[in-house]
Nanobody, 121 residues
């Protein structure tokens, strides 16, 4: 029901845009989030967007560099990542939950398969 794409290898300072395609049922009623997991680390919150008013939330580490957005017509959620740093290297996952956005991974019951982002120094 969730398919993430857009990962790849990029140099530090570069940009990538991740996409997450959601099924129609999920997209219309659910808040969407992006999380990331580096090797040996826990899955961390990156950004989220509410389903009703489109409110956005960001981890402090990505504020001002990443932007989450939705395309209702295409049932897509994007994560635009600018000024990438080597510490942004991780597998990025999109996730969905009913009701409001949340920064806690265990509050999201639906997950995509992940897409790898590698930032070289």
């Amino acid at each position: 029901q969730l398919q993430a794409s857009g990962g790849g290898l990029v140099q530090a300072g570069g940009s990538l845009r991740l996409s997450c395609r959601a099924s129609g049922r999920i997209f219309r009623s659910y808040a969407m989030g992006w999380f990331r997991q580096a090797p040996g680390a826990e899955r961390d919150f990156v950004a989220a967007i509410g389903w009703s008013d489109g409110s956005t939330y960001y981890a402090d580490s990505v504020k001002g560099r990443f932007t989450i957005s939705k395309d209702n017509a295409k049932t897509l959620v994007y994560l635009q990542m600018n000024s990438l740093k080597p510490e942004d290297t991780a597998v990025y996952y999109c996730a969905a939950r009913i009701n409001g956005a949340d920064t806690r991974a265990n509050m999201y019951p639906y997950w995509g398969q992940g897409t790898l982002v590698t930032v070289s120094s």
